[in-house]
């Protein structure tokens, strides 16, 4: 069984810093590709960062240079590192993986599984 755990969310003020580790059991990470969502109040869930099994990376426009995904594969743990935060990044934050061989894409519907999620709010 594939589960899929999310932590580090809380309550920061306008550029702070959060880091967000989402932990994978029942599955090998290495072999597929994973991905940060996000989801604020009445909008759709949007990609915000992916990354490959060899490591490539990509990221949404609105956060390039601010955040960084990276994943510790022997933990099978994605990271998603958050500087610079802005009011308008307060969402909940969802990590998903795609299993198999796969290019890393900000597609939700590439994804297989999903954590249950964790909160960021962002105060001006």
């Known amino acids: 069984q594939v589960q899929l755990v999310e932590s580090g969310g809380g309550s920061v003020q306008a550029g702070g810093s959060l880091r967000l580790s989402c932990a994978v059991s029942g599955y090998t990470t290495s072999r597929g590709c994973m991905g940060w969502f996000r989801q604020g109040p009445g909008k759709e869930r949007e990609g915000v960062a992916a990354i490959g099994s060899d490591g490539f990376t990509v990221y949404a426009d609105s956060v390039k240079g601010r955040f960084t995904i990276s994943q510790d594969t022997p933990k099978d743990t994605l990271y998603l590192q958050m500087n610079s935060l802005k009011p308008e990044d307060t969402a909940m934050y969802y990590c998903?993986?795609?299993?198999?061989?796969?290019?890393?894409?900000?597609?939700?519907?590439?994804?297989?599984?999903w954590g249950q999620g964790t909160q960021v709010t962002v105060s001006s």
């Open positions: 998903g993986l795609k299993r198999g061989s796969c290019f890393p894409r900000l597609v939700v519907s590439q994804y297989n599984y």
